[in-house]
Antibody, heavy 123, light 107 residues
Framework: QVTLKESGPGILQPSHTLSLTCSFS??????????VSWIRQPSGKGLECLAS???????YNNPSLKSRLTVSKDTSNNQAFLKVTSVDTADTATYYC???????????????WGQGASVTVSS | DIQMTQSPSSMSASLGDRVTITCQAS??????LIWFQQKPGKSPRPMIY???NLANGVPSRFSGSRSGSDYSLTISSLESEDMADYHC?????????FGGGTKLELK
């Protein structure tokens, strides 16, 4: 059974760096086809896909955040990480990580989600 | 970026109604579209994969269809547990993009 759980600072100040951890079980990010995606949702608004990291180390960052995003993984500890630099109030949102997999033919995108981590950027 | 235009943004319907929500893609995405259901305070749940395939455990009253660049999620007979927000997502091309969401409420 795949499960994921996000953890983060809760609140941070503008211009600081947001660091989020996705701790997961039921799969390995060293196994062919496995991936983790990061998504955020401001309160009362829609969803935005931020980044993805795959079993082979390939990553994708949404260019809307320019070069502020870094996604990485620790396969030994079954964790994925998201860093967002120079945060401002517009980065206030619930941040989710989600399991994504590719079986060589089909993608199963965001088939299991974490519970989300609330992040508030405020001075 | 591929834009996903979702409509309506909100709607109210009665129990037993047939409900249809639509996403229009700005470019060809093939069948690379997912529908998610999100209840208040909860994480999204995938309902339909590859535009027309029901995800595991999803009731058969849900269905997905495609007509050209228009993708639809239909609930054949609305039940109270279906009140939620619904989101489409295209994963044909990075950045993967969501529609704006539809809030489905009880009339």
């Amino acid at each position: 059974q795949v499960t994921l759980k996000e953890s983060g600072p809760g609140i941070l100040q503008p211009s600081h760096t947001l660091s989020l951890t996705c701790s997961f079980s039921g799969f390995s990010l060293s196994t062919y086809g496995m991936g983790v995606s990061w998504i955020r949702q401001p309160s009362g608004k829609g969803l935005e896909c931020l980044a993805s990291i795959w079993w082979n180390g390939n990553t994708y960052n949404n260019p809307s955040l320019k070069s502020r995003l870094t996604v990485s993984k620790d396969t030994s500890n079954n964790q994925a990480f998201l860093k967002v630099t120079s945060v401002d109030t517009a980065d206030t949102a619930t941040y989710y990580c989600a399991h994504t997999r590719y079986d060589g033919t089909y993608y199963y995108v965001m088939d299991v989600w974490g519970q989300g981590a609330s992040v508030t950027v405020s001075s | 970026d591929i834009q996903m235009t979702q409509s309506p943004s909100s709607m109210s319907a009665s129990l037993g109604d047939r409900v249809t929500i639509t996403c229009q893609a700005s470019q060809d995405i093939g069948n690379n579209l997912i529908w998610f259901q999100q209840k208040p305070g909860k994480s999204p749940r995938p309902m339909i994969y590859y535009a027309t395939n029901l995800a595991n455990g999803v009731p058969s009253r849900f269905s997905g269809s495609r007509s050209g660049s228009d993708y639809s999620l239909t609930i054949s007979s609305l039940e109270s547990e279906d009140m939620a927000d619904y989101h489409c997502l295209q994963y044909k091309q990075y950045p993967w993009t969501f529609g704006g969401g539809t809030k489905l409420e009880l009339k």
